[in-house]
């Protein structure tokens, strides 16, 4: 039982460029995030989902995109990197209902040139 | 809107000292959920403790206890007789039911624990 992983664990961009980042969860959780954690902010929201085939906004979804095609995946992508977007990115996962905590992956590095 | 603060950024102590790291929220629901995680060196976030606002009973695990008031709408967190391995940013979340489980996070307290 992995729990939640996410692939790369580092990446540098240059301006411009794109790039995907998956989030894979074992636990069968209806409920996906994305969130990106900034020096002295916390984590904000990006991106989630509540099941295969949807997704919404967060609070700072500008200059990415998501898809969640199969339950246990989650992709967050970028098609433009900006140099703002250097952070680091963390998936989530959690059942169903609101009063459950969320799983987290092992962050991803990002650094955009 | 909902809001987490956490107005202590960094606290230094030295081993064995008690500490209390503050957490104030804002909600205009009256159901909401509060979490506590924990991020060490290496980086990963864990899951230590979720209280609803419904349940004001003080939680003991250990070295740690939580205490919330929603009276001052605060769930403050105290690790008692800390030690090095307490070193981590700590952070404080609320959620609201029916809004995708999202998380609100404070901006988190770096606790540095000196032998």
């Known amino acids: 039982n992995a729990g939640v992983t996410q692939t790369p664990k580092f990446r540098v961009l240059k301006t411009g460029q794109s790039m995907t980042l998956l989030c894979a969860q074992d636990?069968?959780?209806?409920?996906m995030y994305w969130y990106r954690q900034d020096p002295g902010m916390g984590l904000r929201l990006i991106h989630y989902?509540?099941?295969?085939?949807?997704?919404a906004k967060g609070e700072v979804p500008d200059g990415y995109n998501v898809s969640r095609l199969k339950k246990q995946n989650f992709l967050l992508g970028l098609e433009s990197a900006a140099p703002s977007q250097t952070s680091v990115y963390f998936c989530?996962?959690?059942?169903?209902?609101?009063?459950?905590?969320?799983?987290f992956g092992p962050g991803t590095r990002l650094t955009v040139t | 809107a909902q809001k987490v603060t956490q107005a202590q950024t960094e606290i230094s102590v030295v081993e064995k000292e008690d500490v209390t790291l503050d957490c104030v929220y804002e909600?205009?629901?009256?159901?909401?959920?509060l979490f506590w995680y924990k991020q060490p060196p290496s980086g990963e976030l864990v899951f230590l403790i979720r209280?609803?606002?419904?349940?004001?009973q003080n939680e003991i695990s250990g070295r740690y206890s939580w205490n919330f008031q929603k009276s001052t709408s605060s769930f403050n967190f105290t690790i008692t007789a800390s030690q090095v391995v307490d070193s981590a940013v700590y952070f404080c979340a609320l959620s609201l039911p029916g809004a995708g489980n999202m998380l609100t996070f404070g901006g988190g307290t770096r606790l540095m624990v000196k032998p």
């Open positions: 636990m069968n959780h209806e409920y």
């Open positions: 209280r609803n606002s419904f349940d004001e």
């Open positions: 989530a996962s959690s059942p169903r209902g609101s009063s459950y905590e969320q799983y």
């Open positions: 989902s509540v099941g295969e085939g949807t997704t």
């Open positions: 909600t205009r629901d009256t159901t909401y959920y």
